[in-house]
């Protein structure tokens, strides 16, 4: 069995702007800091929980990459709005996952499970593609399904798309 965790491994979710004012918002790249997953291959087995409330800002983007020199961006005010308004950590404080199926698929693998966000349970999958030295893996998650309201300012001139990418990237064995 493989343990990954935030010492090893790297959980980064990247969230998207949008609305009439959107061209003075950033895209931003957020990574969870507190988070653990087993996986056991031959058991076919994974589980994985995040702790909602250790999201971290990490920087602003623009295009799909990284702007670290973009001006405006309060950090600590980000994760604040994103504790208490969008996941609500104090009420949910976990995030979980545990597979159904997990398989074999080319150099990589296969994996489909149940997620459970903001108190709400959903099932998702992806697939899980060797990288070099590591195995990554990125999933879209659409806020709504989980009963998030994404955040929104300035009466909605200002918000974040209801999409979320979340991607996780281990060592390879």
């Known amino acids: ?5 935030a010492s090893s491994a790297e959980c980064l979710v990247f969230t998207y702007k949008e609305g ?3 061209a003075a918002a950033h895209d931003l790249k957020l990574k969870i800091s507190s988070w653990s997953m087993n996986v056991d291959v031959a058991a076919g087995t ?3 929980t995040f702790e909602a409330g250790s999201i971290r800002y990490v920087t602003a983007m623009k295009d799909g990459r990284d702007n670290p020199s973009a001006f405006g961006i309060d950090a600590r005010r980000i994760e604040k709005s994103i504790n208490k308004d969008v996941l609500k950590t ?3 404080p976990r995030i ?3 597979a159904t199926e997990l398989r074999a698929d080319g150099e990589g693998f296969s994996v489909a499970g149940r997620l459970t966000l903001n108190g709400v349970t959903r099932t998702i999958s992806a697939v899980i593609t060797r990288t070099g030295g590591r ?3 990125t999933v879209r998650l659409h806020q709504p399904d989980f009963g998030i309201k ?3 300012a300035l009466l ?3 918000k974040i798309k209801p999409a979320v990418d979340v991607r996780i990237s281990v060592p390879a064995p």
């Open 1 to 5: 069995m493989a343990r990954y965790d």
């Open 20 to 22: 009439l004012m959107s």
């Open 156 to 158: 909605g001139a200002l």
């Open 90 to 92: 104090r009420k949910h």
């Open 46 to 48: 994974l589980e994985a």
């Open 135 to 137: 195995l990554e893996a």
């Open 96 to 98: 979980q996952f545990t």
């Open 150 to 152: 994404p955040f929104s």
